[in-house]
């Protein structure tokens, strides 16, 4: 897509069929996988379970190569009538530190929803029932 007030947007597919879009809107420093994860209802355990996992990813006990350091970025899940976005703020022009650690943080939700919730993935992302 053309850029448009300093945004940006990506479709592509990434886990099964389902097309993923990433946006970059400059102005507000800001990387996301937009309804990264559909189907997600706001009171549920998924939910919980997901805002506590990335939340995580900021502590001082994950590995320096697997955490996002505070420094230089901030990261963060929102859900919109049960659709979850996964979003990125960049600090001090970090882009490309964000953007790895953005699309790292998005493989490590799907291996961890694949690990701990395999129905979701199948329903949603045609994962193999294995």
Known sequence: MKPRNGKRAFRFVWV???PLEFSLDSEKHLLSFT???PNVP????LYADLSRFVESRSD????KHRRVDARYAEIFCKN????VSLE???KNNRYAY??????NLAHEIFVQLSDSYADYM?????APQE
């Open 88 to 90: 990125l703020r960049v």
């Open 122 to 126: 199948t329903d949603n992302f045609d």
């Open 98 to 103: 964000g953007l790895n650690k953005l699309v």
């Open 60 to 63: 001082h006990s994950i590995p």
């Open 42 to 45: 706001s009171k549920s355990k």
């Open 16 to 18: 099964g069929n389902r």
């Open 80 to 83: 919109r009538k049960g659709a």
């Open 35 to 37: 309804k990264f994860l």
